[in-house]
């Protein structure tokens, strides 16, 4: 997301990031990487539960709660116009920027 912002601008699009790590972790990571968009503080796991992306997963074969990598493309109203669960980092921007470019 973070190498595609200026192609996301050029569409009048904002990206948010949304991470159940505390805004000292957060501020750390957007440190190391320069991300240029804002990061929500979910520590709660209250939005990744709404949206249906807090769950077990499993890690040479422990499991443990936390959040599968997902993408929402949002419009102004809020509402979901596109999700995508499961994503990487490379197809979240490609879906995303085909769609916004329809």
Known sequence: ????????????????????DKPAAQKKFDDKYTLGFP???????????????W???SLYGKKYFGVMRSAFLIDEKGRIVEAWYKATPADTVSNALTVLKK
């Open 39 to 53: 990061l929500l503080c979910d520590t709660e796991h209250v939005m990744a539960s709404a949206y249906g992306v």
């Open 1 to 20: 997301m973070r190498d595609a912002r200026d192609d996301f601008s050029a569409l009048g699009t904002a990206v948010v990031g949304v991470s159940p």
């Open 55 to 57: 769950g077990e997963k």
